[in-house]
């Protein structure tokens, strides 16, 4: 086992490698760079200028030595004075070496327009985030694995069909189409207003005691949660109910049943075990999911400042520290998640060995 596990620990850094030097390939041919829209809100002060004061024709006279476009009229002093500061000056694969180098050191720069460490950014949005993956993952396993403990019990009732149906109905709304029916039905859209609209927590949060911070707490997180979780449950109690299904029909389980165990014992403490063995293995690449997949559009939807609305926003800004550093730390998460992942399997059932298919 041991060395299944450095195996896969020498395969991190190639694997960082690869999806560093693609993303960075791909950046070189995206317009638009922080340059570009510098010099382009600057073209818009000046048009904005120039039609308040009348006139002013002279000031646009075109900088033809620069490639940007928005440069026109701006010395090229100042434009070559940009790219040294956003470090656009230098070939693209010295940048590059620079920035593995930097980041190999976990220095991951400065953001270009909010004057904060890339890591203090992170820091600073990653409990909303966390808050959000987190309770979305335990509700989800919460409903599923009960939920799907009784449709492979009740496999082919009345039960199993009905609840079948309002699994594929969950399923197929879409996560931010269910947000925004929430919103309107229980945060004051047209209806009642029981929950917060926006925020993670009320203005006042920091004056009060433990217990109404706990509570203010899960009052705004609830919708949030609640609308990420109605896809995430679904999968999962399917994947409960088959595990079931495929454990009590093996030979062990007859074995158990006709030596007069009760039906409980037989579920709990045979089939529980090598049923859960997938689903609860999982449990570390589900909450990455949720935690990277579907933060964005429900942070976007309830006002929730967390890393999915500030990768979304560094994308738009061109604010390629934050991208590529945020790229990099979720890339290496994901890579360790994946190797936790494997190791839970060995922990629940130490029968897997995956040394054998590395030999």
């Given at each position: 086992?041991?060395?299944?596990?450095?195996?896969?620990?020498?395969?991190?850094?190639?694997?960082?490698?690869?999806?560093?030097?693609?993303?960075?390939?791909?950046?070189?041919?995206?317009?638009?760079?922080?340059?570009?829209?510098?010099?382009?809100?600057?073209?818009?002060?000046?048009?904005?200028?120039q039609g308040i004061a009348g006139g002013g024709g002279e000031i646009r006279e075109a900088s033809e030595s620069s490639s940007y476009v928005g440069s026109q009229g701006l010395p090229e002093d100042f434009v070559a004075d940009l790219e040294r500061q956003f470090g656009f000056d230098k070939p693209p694969l010295e940048?590059?070496?620079?920035?593995?180098?930097?980041?190999?050191?976990?220095?991951?720069?400065?953001?270009?327009?909010?004057?904060?460490?890339?890591?203090?950014?992170?820091?600073?949005?990653?409990?909303?985030?966390i808050s959000l993956g987190l309770w979305t993952t335990l509700l989800a396993y919460l409903i599923s694995i009960p939920l799907g403990i009784r449709k492979a019990v009740h496999d082919g009732t009345s039960f199993d069909s009905w609840t079948s149906s309002l699994i594929i109905i969950g399923y197929a709304i879409p996560g931010f189409l269910f947000a925004i029916l929430l919103l309107v039905l229980f945060a004051g859209g047209s209806y009642v207003k029981i929950f917060p609209l926006r925020g993670l927590t009320s203005p006042d949060f920091a004056?009060?005691?433990?217990?109404?911070?706990?509570?203010?707490?899960?009052?705004?997180?609830?919708?949030?949660?609640?609308a990420s979780t109605i896809s995430?449950?679904?999968?999962?109690?399917?994947?409960?109910?088959?595990?079931?299904?495929?454990?009590?029909?093996?030979?062990?389980?007859?074995?158990?049943?006709?030596?007069?165990?009760?039906?409980?014992?037989?579920?709990?403490?045979?089939?529980?075990?090598?049923?859960m063995l997938i689903v609860i293995a999982g449990f570390p690449a589900v909450f990455v999911s949720v935690f990277f997949g579907s933060s964005l559009i429900i942070e976007t939807i309830f006002s929730l400042d967390g890393l999915g609305r500030m990768g979304f926003e560094a994308a738009v800004a061109r604010?390629?520290?934050v991208v590529f550093g945020t790229l990099f730390i979720f890339s290496l998460i994901g890579l360790v998640i994946g190797l936790i992942s494997d190791l839970m399997y060995v922990w629940i059932d130490p029968r897997i060995d995956f040394e054998s298919r590395l030999s």
């Amino acid at each position: 086992m041991l060395a299944y596990i450095l195996r896969r620990l020498a395969l991190i850094l190639p694997t960082l490698f690869g999806i560093m030097l693609i993303n960075f390939a791909l950046v070189q041919f995206v317009p638009g760079g922080p340059v570009e829209q510098i010099l382009a809100q600057l073209e818009r002060e000046t048009d904005v200028f120039q039609g308040i004061a009348g006139g002013g024709g002279e000031i646009r006279e075109a900088s033809e030595s620069s490639s940007y476009v928005g440069s026109q009229g701006l010395p090229e002093d100042f434009v070559a004075d940009l790219e040294r500061q956003f470090g656009f000056d230098k070939p693209p694969l010295e940048r590059f070496a620079a920035m593995l180098w930097d980041y190999a050191r976990f220095d991951f720069g400065e953001s270009y327009f909010r004057s904060i460490s890339v890591t203090d950014l992170i820091l600073e949005k990653v409990p909303v985030s966390i808050s959000l993956g987190l309770w979305t993952t335990l509700l989800a396993y919460l409903i599923s694995i009960p939920l799907g403990i009784r449709k492979a019990v009740h496999d082919g009732t009345s039960f199993d069909s009905w609840t079948s149906s309002l699994i594929i109905i969950g399923y197929a709304i879409p996560g931010f189409l269910f947000a925004i029916l929430l919103l309107v039905l229980f945060a004051g859209g047209s209806y009642v207003k029981i929950f917060p609209l926006r925020g993670l927590t009320s203005p006042d949060f920091a004056d009060m005691s433990l217990g109404r911070q706990i509570l203010d707490y899960f009052w705004h997180i609830a919708l949030p949660v609640l609308a990420s979780t109605i896809s995430a449950f679904a999968t999962l109690t399917l994947l409960t109910k088959n595990s079931f299904l495929d454990e009590i029909r093996k030979q062990y389980v007859l074995t158990a049943r006709a030596k007069g165990l009760a039906e409980k014992q037989v579920l709990y403490g045979h089939v529980f075990r090598n049923a859960m063995l997938i689903v609860i293995a999982g449990f570390p690449a589900v909450f990455v999911s949720v935690f990277f997949g579907s933060s964005l559009i429900i942070e976007t939807i309830f006002s929730l400042d967390g890393l999915g609305r500030m990768g979304f926003e560094a994308a738009v800004a061109r604010d390629y520290p934050v991208v590529f550093g945020t790229l990099f730390i979720f890339s290496l998460i994901g890579l360790v998640i994946g190797l936790i992942s494997d190791l839970m399997y060995v922990w629940i059932d130490p029968r897997i060995d995956f040394e054998s298919r590395l030999s």
